[in-house]
């Protein structure tokens, strides 16, 4: 069974640093474009970061700019995403999504496979 783990969620203050890490288990999206998403209480799903599947490319949600940072190591076929400088609208559940293309999208449906996600709460 395919499956997308992802760890590295918890609760920190503002300006606090986390980072996600998920990798799959079942099979490699090593071939695959990668990424993250962020649902926040009463809203939809929304996409944060994505990763093409070598990591030359990048492409970020406005708000995260300069704050998250996508990588890849696909040596451990693990994706990680570091979020520096936290703020409390950056609090929801992270997704972590494999597309089934090595090229970054930026929609939902453009996904395959998902995780079942990792809370951040971030204080004030």
């Known amino acids: 069974q395919v499956q997308l783990v992802e760890s590295g969620g918890g609760l920190v203050q503002a300006g606090d640093s986390l980072r996600l890490s998920c990798a799959p288990t079942g099979t490699t999206f090593r071939n695959n474009a990668m990424a993250w998403f962020r649902q926040a209480p009463g809203q939809e799903r929304a996409f944060i970061a994505t990763?093409?599947?070598?990591?030359?490319?990048?492409y970020y949600l406005d708000s995260v700019k300069g704050r998250f940072t996508i990588s890849r190591d696909n040596a451990k076929d693990t994706v990680y995403l570091q979020m520096n400088s936290l703020k409390p609208e950056d609090t929801g559940i992270y997704y972590c999504?494999?597309?089934?293309?090595?090229?970054?999208?930026?929609?939902?449906?453009?996904?395959?496979?998902w995780g079942q996600g990792t809370q951040v709460t971030v204080s004030s």
């Open positions: 990763i093409s599947s070598t990591g030359d490319r990048t």
């Open positions: 999504a494999a597309s089934d293309d090595r090229y970054i999208t930026t929609g939902v449906s453009g996904y395959v496979y």
